[in-house]
């Protein structure tokens, strides 16, 4: 079965410095990846995903990710981090066109001015 | 429009109880699922319909069962409730036909608790 894992359960930046979350999937063929985000008391909002066609992902609110198959990760960054990115962010494998999103554990970002 | 729509967004019930939470999609979509989320924000699949059929049964206590009257509605109805159904309760949907690159668009959650 595929799965994902998502190294820190918290991680702390500072306004206007890099964000920087950790993805690796477990998989033994192409994995669907995707990375959701949720504000409090909100539910998942999709903020890119990975499609083969190019390994650098870009999504919504100037975050990006890269696709490695070496190291089997992709990892999500954004350049400078806004008080607005505070949030929880998933990363997920899709197994099939209509099979389950199997979710990380989550990362809990907190931005500090 | 709302896309993934669940109601009601807050309930509160004692032990024992039966109470059902609804989901309606307007996206056309074929695929609709329900996510258990806990305290500690770990998601977890209970239930995946595609087309009104069950296709996935994630080792869900027989308390809880899902009913899919058409493709936009997946409605999941919990009978005798326990203090560990206390948790967030996700309704998400996807298209199916445009391979599995597709994202799930989800719903404001409903969140359950057991007193």
């Known amino acids: 079965a595929q799965s994902v894992t998502q190294l820190g359960s918290h991680v702390s930046v500072s306004e206007g410095a890099l964000v920087l979350l950790r993805c690796n999937y477990s998989?033994?063929?192409?994995?669907?990846l995707f990375w959701y985000v949720q504000y409090p008391n909100q539910g998942l909002q999709l903020l890119l995903k990975y499609t083969s066609a190019a390994t650098l992902v870009k999504g919504i609110n100037g975050f990006e990710a890269e696709f490695k198959k070496s190291e089997t990760s992709f990892h999500l960054t954004k350049p400078s981090a806004h008080m607005s990115d505070a949030a929880e962010y998933f990363c997920?494998?899709?197994?099939?066109?209509?099979?389950?999103?199997?979710f990380g554990a989550g990362t809990q970002v907190v931005v500090t001015p | 429009d709302t896309a993934v729509s669940q109601t009601p967004k807050y309930l509160v019930t004692q032990m024992g109880n039966d109470k059902s939470i609804k989901c309606e999609q307007n996206?056309?979509?074929?695929?609709m699922y329900w996510y258990k989320q806990d305290s500690k924000k770990f998601l977890k699949i209970m239930f995946s319909?595609?087309?009104?059929?069950?296709?996935i049964n994630e080792t869900v206590p027989n308390r809880f069962s899902p009913k899919s009257p058409d493709k936009a509605h997946l409605n999941l109805h919990i009978n005798s409730l326990e203090l560990g159904d206390s948790a967030v309760y996700f309704c998400a949907s996807r298209r199916d036909r445009e391979g599995p690159n597709t994202e799930a668009f989800f719903g404001q959650g409903t969140r359950l608790t057991v007193v």
């Open positions: 996206l056309g979509h074929d695929t």
């Open positions: 319909y595609n087309n009104k059929e069950l296709i």
């Open positions: 998989s033994s063929v192409p994995p669907y």
């Open positions: 997920a494998v899709s197994e099939s066109s209509w099979g389950k999103f199997q």
